[in-house]
């Protein structure tokens, strides 16, 4: 009997969290997709392909150079009326920039092709996804092998998590909708869906949670400001200039984008230091059932000192290790310091990692004082109480 209301106790709320998030994914979509444009002018039709041999080779010569076109025969492989399909590409070594880089096709390879209106087949790249599908596997199988049901609960909340993004909120980002509105939404979705099926819907929990939605709206209202104050375009990488011109009647705000940007890419740091902060909480709660709310309150904010500067050494990390190639770009190109620190690629950056240690930082007080309110609440029998319920 004690194990039946232990399973409805935290079964229960657990299922309650996945109605909610399928109900938001449902919906959402079809809020958002009304309307949507997309982009159906491109001038051929992408197949994936398996290469089935070489037809032939020719030499090339100049003055200057010496290069080889290859002709193949390959075999296609996407679903439809051409699956099956024997046709011939060819890769040519001293074409585009890109080509001159990519290995040369060899017999088995799988590629993707492209047929133009006019017929004529053309080398697009190899099918790379599959590989890394494959790893994606072994790491998911390893993480449930050892973790059991907290390695699965986390595999479910980052597919509900990358279901909201490209569910819901691309989609609102296509339809012209409030992108600042959107951002947050599905931020504050994936805050309570991620922490509430890891963790369960229970004290230590809601802490975290107050906490993430918190610092994630403190870091909203400063990116919202900043974004107000520096005279940002938005137009950062060429596809801005495309995305600019998708919907003339109502063209996408870039600006709103970076905001969406730097507030989706902050939330996952936050929420790993209103965890942890949580997790430690609840322990020195175990072990001294009457503590206080200074005495948490207290302890949070000294654990979340240990744990601020290496969250947001992380964050820093990931967001240089993103953009290592422009910032070699930057520096083998630009003598000027001040040049390179006021172009808007790097601003934008530069925003992304302060903003999210300001995220990350205001986060810290916020889950100590919720833990402190949650869990220095006296009850009956507390030195017997050992669950976050």
């Known amino acids: 009997m004690v194990r039946y209301d232990n399973w409805f106790i935290k079964g229960v709320p657990y299922v309650l969290v996945l109605v909610f998030a399928a109900a938001f994914l449902y919906f959402g979509n079809q809020m958002a997709t009304e309307g949507m444009v997309v982009n159906d002018d491109e001038p051929a039709s992408t197949y994936n392909a398996r290469v089935v041999g070489v037809v032939n080779v020719t030499d090339h010569y100049s003055h200057f150079d010496e290069w080889q076109i290859f002709t193949f025969e390959a075999e ?51 099918v790379r996804i599959y590989n890394v599908a494959l790893l994606g596997l072994a790491f998911i199988l390893l993480l449930v092998l050892f973790c059991r049901a907290k390695g699965f609960n986390s595999v479910l909340s980052l597919l509900l998590t990358g279901l909201a993004v490209f569910a819901v909120f691309i989609p609102s980002v296509l339809s012209g909708r409030d992108i600042y509105f959107w ?23 809601i802490a975290a949670v107050l906490g993430c939605l918190g610092g994630v709206l403190a870091a909203g209202l400063i990116t919202f400001f900043m974004s107000r104050t520096m005279e940002l375009t938005g137009i950062t990488q060429s596809e801005s200039r495309v995305l600019l011109n998708l919907i003339p009647d ?57 744990i601020l500067g290496s969250s947001i050494n992380t964050l820093v990390l990931a967001y240089i290790g993103s953009s290592l190639t422009m910032v070699l770009f930057l520096l083998s190109h630009f003598n000027s310091v001040s040049r390179i620190l006021n172009r808007e690629l790097v601003l934008v950056e530069l925003l992304q990692a302060i903003i999210g240690g ?26 017997s109480d050992t669950s976050p319920l």
Not at 184 to 198: G, H, R
Not at 276 to 298: M, V
Not at 359 to 373: D, K, Q
Request: charge should be positive.
């Open 358 to 383: 300001f995220g990350i930082f205001l986060t810290m007080p916020l889950t100590a004082f919720f833990c402190a309110l949650l869990f220095a609440k006296k009850r009956q029998n507390v030195t």
């Open 250 to 306: 109502s063209p996408i705000d870039l600006i709103a984008i970076i905001f969406a940007g730097i507030i989706i890419g902050a939330v996952g740091a936050i929420m790993d230091i209103a965890v942890s902060i949580a997790s430690a909480l609840w322990e020195l709660r175990i072990q001294l059932p009457d503590a206080p709310f200074r005495t948490i309150f207290k302890s949070g904010i000294t654990i979340g000192k240990d």
């Open 183 to 205: 951002s947050i939404v599905v931020c504050i979705y994936a805050i309570i869906v991620t922490l509430f099926v890891i963790n369960g819907v229970n004290r230590k929990s």
């Open 76 to 126: 296609i492989t996407t679903r439809g009326q051409r699956r099956g399909e024997i046709v011939t590409f060819t890769q040519n070594t001293r074409g585009f920039f890109q080509e001159r880089f990519v290995r040369v096709a060899e017999e088995g390879d799988r590629i993707m092709l492209m047929v133009s209106h006019a017929g004529a087949w053309s080398f697009v790249d190899y």
